[in-house]
């Protein structure tokens, strides 16, 4: 039902490598997030420099109405920090519709990634990158730090023919991806199989089917200049 819709739904952090990723000029990206063709949330992230780091800070706020009143709300705020193209630090709060809130925090530390989250701490990989669709060197991944809960998930990504897609009347040509992620005990359902479409490097629009109502959820670039 409405009150479940969004559990699944994995807040992507948009991260930054200064040799491999696309930083927007205006130094910020926005998407919609829509339901049954209407509008229900928005991610914004802006990409700030601070010292020599980059810090992107993400936020994801969504409200589902019925009959005007509503129905169900998330919300998560992400401050990712990347230094010469390696990620080092994360500070998180995420704020399920059923009253869970997780505060993730998590640095490299003493040759390890060190972090805490659902499952309390944990220690990686000092490589291991975010669950962070706009980057998409990410898709050649076998594990990433999923941000929303701070646990790890083994991904299997499979590309797929590209597509020429529109967007705001505008075509777009891009490359198209199958994205799986495996499942954590305390997780309360499926991971969503994810649809990617990326142009020139850069994410324009994901989908997946919300697991308890099959509807389609799709998050798609607002901020695209016609082609």
Not at 145 to 156: A, C, L, N
């Amino acid at each position: 039902g409405m009150r479940v819709i969004f559990i699944f739904f994995i807040f992507f952090s948009l991260s930054i490598n200064a040799q491999v990723f696309p930083v927007p000029e205006d130094k910020e990206v926005n998407f919609d997030v829509l339901r049954k063709k209407k509008v229900i949330g928005n991610l914004t992230t802006k990409f700030l420099e601070e010292n020599e780091n980059l810090i992107l800070h993400s936020i994801l706020d969504i409200e589902v109405k019925v009959l005007f009143i509503p129905a169900y709300k998330f919300f998560q705020e992400t401050k990712e920090t990347w230094s010469n193209g390696n990620f080092i630090a994360i500070e998180g709060f995420t704020d399920f519709e059923d009253d869970r809130e997780y505060k993730i925090e998590g640095k490299d530390t003493n040759g390890m990634f060190i972090a805490t989250g659902m499952d309390g701490l944990i220690e990686m990989d000092e490589n291991i990158v975010p669950l962070n669709y706009w980057n998409k060197e990410m898709l050649k991944e076998k594990r990433v730090f999923d941000t929303q809960k701070g646990i790890v998930r083994e991904i299997d990504v499979k590309k797929l023919k590209n597509e020429n897609i529109k967007i705001n009347g505008s075509k777009f040509d891009t490359e198209k991806f199958i994205f799986n992620a495996s499942v954590n005990p305390k997780d309360l359902g499926p991971f969503p199989e994810y649809t990617l479409w990326y142009n020139k490097d850069e994410l324009i629009k994901m989908e997946f089917q919300n697991p308890k109502d099959k509807k389609t959820i799709t998050i798609i670039r607002t901020d695209l200049k016609n082609q």
